[in-house]
DNA sequence: TATAATATCAGACTGTAGTCTAATTTTGGA
DNA sequence: TCCAAAATTAGACTACAGTCTGATATTATA
């Protein structure tokens, strides 16, 4: 065991040490009044490491949103066999949001959400909520199944639709300064989008 | 006329010119190939009436954005009086879209979209859109009157969410790589939005 | 018109993310 | 075990947005 730690690639051990030390000055002083410098300085480390395991500052932060990755499965998992896909949908989404800003943090959330955009390789962000979006997408898909969505829609349509409201909440409420949480933003919204998408009775 | 344009600040002429150059090499090149020092060399200039005129290099699409305001005004003017307010809402959206497309651009609404995120003025963005914003909360108003929202809904409710599901559209579409158009992802999105604000009947 | 206050301008300087190169360590195959 | 290839590390260096200071021009006021 001992000997298997060891083995890990020294590599492994500067990269979360790097990953602890940056997380705990970002959470302590806000990811802007940070340097690399000092990440690399605090953490007996250097520029060539953290550029080795880090794509970027900000990848640090995309490190920590992808590892949630388990966060989401459970929450699908936990849902009764036989309830309502919408409601599946209407309750995985303000868990979801109640778990981005508890666990994940505005600061972070801005960063990741304002790095995606600058980002040259599309995958940034879309990579590191795969997870999420296959989610969402199943939920949808057996909405759809049970006929409980407007069926001149299609899986892609409303998935879309539903990744269009999660992005909408989130930047909204990052741009605003307010002590209003994230869900109380976003449920009415994706409730409004879920009942728009909706079969009509 | 001559003498009152002489008249004129010294500043406007050069503000003037340091952005005309800006959004040309900007669209020549795209705004991160571009750099500020580029931009005063090549307009004649320095540094310091740069930072003396612009807040920052992103800036200079903000005012661009900016002063694209009056077309709201002139689409909102467009719409006969007895128009249904939500297909108003839904035209008048649909239109913004493709403006913002066509005439700003997706790497300016990328940088401005980004560079919001990042500033520490909150007024940023949303003093860039407040006649926008006005309009639709104006339009919104008008269905409310005319008991076309659910009256659950407050005014502020539903405006919240027509600025996210634009927020998100815009959002979702910079971040795809794609040749669909704003409008075509968009368009389909909000319309599920209004209907689901809808009262039912 | 004289002068004080303000606006504009030039460009050197600073801070910091990210790159590059060369040294060192680790690993996997012979 | 030995060595070549690959991974890791250190830290000097580069690129560039933005700041600062001091000079010059403009405007407002008396």
Do not use: C
């Amino acid at each position: 065991m001992n000997e298997l730690v060891k083995k890990q690639q020294r590599g492994e051990v500067t990269k979360k040490k790097i990953l602890e030390v940056a997380l705990k000055l970002f959470s302590e002083k806000g990811f802007n009044k940070v340097t690399v410098d000092e990440i690399v300085k605090k953490s007996d480390s250097s520029k060539g490491s953290f550029y080795q395991h880090f794509r970027s500052k900000s990848d640090i932060f995309l490190v920590r949103f992808t590892e949630m990755d388990h966060y989401y499965l459970e929450v699908y998992k936990s849902f009764p066999e036989n309830m309502d896909p919408m409601e599946k949908l209407s309750i995985f989404s303000q868990k979801l949001m109640h778990f981005l800003e508890n666990e994940m943090g505005k600061d972070l959330m801005k960063v990741i959400y304002s790095a995606a955009l600058e980002s040259r390789e599309h995958t940034y962000f879309l990579d590191s909520n795969r997870s999420l979006f296959k989610i969402t997408r199943t939920l949808l898909e057996e909405a759809i199944e049970k006929e409980k969505i407007n069926p001149e829609l299609s899986l892609d349509d409303v998935s879309t639709m539903v990744t269009q409201s999660y992005m909408g909440s989130i930047y909204h409420w990052g741009l605003r300064i307010t002590d209003r949480s994230l869900d109380s933003f976003s449920t009415p919204f994706i409730n409004a989008l879920l009942i728009g998408i909706s079969k009509k009775l």
